[in-house]
């Protein structure tokens, strides 16, 4: 059985503590967070602490707070030959501050609190100073996902970027989308069906190949209909977006 203590009471940690809480493999012994209330819900399931004084002896000591705040918490550990790992996708492992031995372990999805995931599906990127704590992150992954990868700091922040573009610049442009319905009068679950085709082309597609749509066609007519009809911020997205797409598969609008 592997033992965890977790620092943080944010999305990430909320949901790893509870797929760790569920597993028989897994004991998280402790959980930290500076504003003691947003963790209190755990108090039946673990210990939970505002101190850093009270921290408990553990096998991997997770820290899933924001990336800015890294470096300077892990500063304060002292944790000498303990396995220190972070949850960010975009950090790399030297912004561990802490005497300890270094590690990341990324779960890549996106967490909302009050959002249930499944994380036998979810792949988890980890990365490790010394090869006896690659094996330890690699056991501790195994235990909730099928997918795991080893990806160094480089490759890591190279895929949250790629996972910006692919989720949180789609989910903004659903809301695009949502507001333009609105201000049609038209329910947006009309869009529902195309946009669950849209991500499922992709399982069995490569996006170049999936790609369809007025700029992909060269529709310069419908295209500029479309721009007569946005506000001036959606019409240099519209453009921008469009652009992108006939450079890749041709000549600019």
């Known amino acids: 059985m592997i033992k965890v203590i977790l620092f943080g009471g944010g999305n990430v940690a909320t949901h790893l503590a509870n ?19 947003k963790i209190k819900h755990f108090k039946s399931k673990t210990l939970i602490t505002n101190n850093l004084e009270n ?45 300890s031995n270094k590690g990341v372990f990324y779960p890549l ?25 690659l094996i330890l992150l690699k056991k501790l992954a195994n235990y909730i996902t099928k997918e795991y990868y080893h990806l160094n700091s480089e490759q890591r922040e190279s895929l949250h970027i790629a996972a910006v573009f692919v989720n949180n610049f789609i989910n903004h442009l659903y809301h695009i989308g949502h507001t333009i319905c609105n201000e049609a009068n038209i329910p947006f679950n009309i869009l529902k069906p195309l946009i669950k085709e849209t991500a ?20 310069t007519k419908t295209i500029h ?24 598969h041709g000549e600019k609008l």
Do not use: W
């Not at 924001?66 to 396995?83: E, G, H, P, R």
């Open 19 to 37: 797929e760790f809480l569920q597993n028989k493999e897994i004991k998280l012994i402790q959980m930290y967070n500076r504003n003691i209330s």
């Open 55 to 99: 921290i408990l002896d553990a096998d991997i000591y997770i820290i899933s707070i924001s990336d800015n705040a890294v470096a300077d918490f892990s500063s304060k550990l002292i944790l000498k030959n303990k396995l220190v790992v972070h949850t960010s996708g975009t950090i790399s492992l030297n912004e561990l501050k802490s005497i």
């Open 109 to 133: 999805q996106t967490f909302s609190k009050n959002k249930k995931l499944q994380f036998d599906n979810i792949p988890i990127c980890i990365e490790a100073e010394h090869e006896k704590d």
């Open 200 to 219: 499922s082309k992709i399982t069995t597609l490569n996006p170049i190949d999936a790609q369809t749509g007025p700029a992909v066609r060269k529709d």
């Open 225 to 248: 209909k479309h721009l007569e009809k946005l506000s001036n911020i959606n019409q240099e997205i519209y453009t921008l977006l469009s652009n992108s797409i006939k450079n890749t």
